[in-house]
């Protein structure tokens, strides 16, 4: 999928954010700021109205009463990402679905490369925020035991979609058993955990990052 013209909604309950990230990325041809508004809208007529490709939002140095809104935000079924101000609602933040997370002073190629990948159902995270979707909130040396066949980089490109094994399994048109042999041999090429684990250290690698 290609975006000659990306639409972005941007989604901030400080004006002054809303106004700066549309002046940041006012000059991109790339990419269009085709709406603004704040989290306690209703965002589903937002949505309606606008048409976007995928929600920038910016959770202001107080994420917290934002986190309930980006949650229910999904149900709208646009992509979302999401600008932090450090790493201290990380976890919160990936939990609520959102395909990008970047730090708050990220540039407008990083935020308009997030938006291109979110809206392709691609993840993108911020190497400085990926400490904290690890165990322990440390992330070992990323490293790979050995390479990923082409099939487990489509598995895994889908396991960064949030998809199932189920829906893995349709999407590949391959049982599901085969799907669950594929994660584990993934998850085990990572040496991950879990399959968030496993989503975040391939995005550290390269592997899933655009």
Not at 39 to 58: I, K, S
Not at 93 to 116: E, F, M, N
Not at 120 to 141: A, E, H
């Amino acid at each position: 999928m290609e975006f000659r013209d990306l639409r972005l909604l941007i989604v901030a309950d400080d004006p002054l954010a809303r106004t700066g990230l549309a002046a940041l990325l006012a000059e991109r041809p790339d990419c269009t700021v085709v709406g603004q508004a704040a989290g306690d809208t209703d965002l589903q007529v937002e949505v309606e109205a606008y048409r976007p490709d995928v929600a920038l939002w910016d959770l202001g140095w107080n994420p917290t009463p934002m986190l309930e809104q980006l949650a229910d935000f999904r149900d709208t079924g646009l992509p979302s990402v999401v600008l932090l101000p450090n790493t201290s609602h990380v976890e919160e933040t990936w939990a609520t679905g959102a395909l990008g997370l970047l730090v708050r002073d990220a540039d407008a190629d990083k935020i308009v490369a997030a938006s291109l990948a979110a809206a392709q159902g691609l993840v993108t995270i911020d190497p400085t925020l990926t400490n904290s979707l690890m165990p322990g909130g440390q992330t070992p040396p990323p490293t790979l035991v050995e390479p990923l066949t082409p099939r487990e980089l489509e598995v895994l490109q889908l396991l960064a979609e949030g998809l199932p094994n189920k829906g893995i399994a349709r999407q590949l048109d391959i049982s599901e058993h085969t799907v669950k042999f594929h994660v584990n041999a993934i998850m085990n090429k990572l040496e991950a955990q879990s399959r968030t684990e496993a989503v975040v250290r391939a995005t550290q690698l390269g592997l899933i990052l655009l």
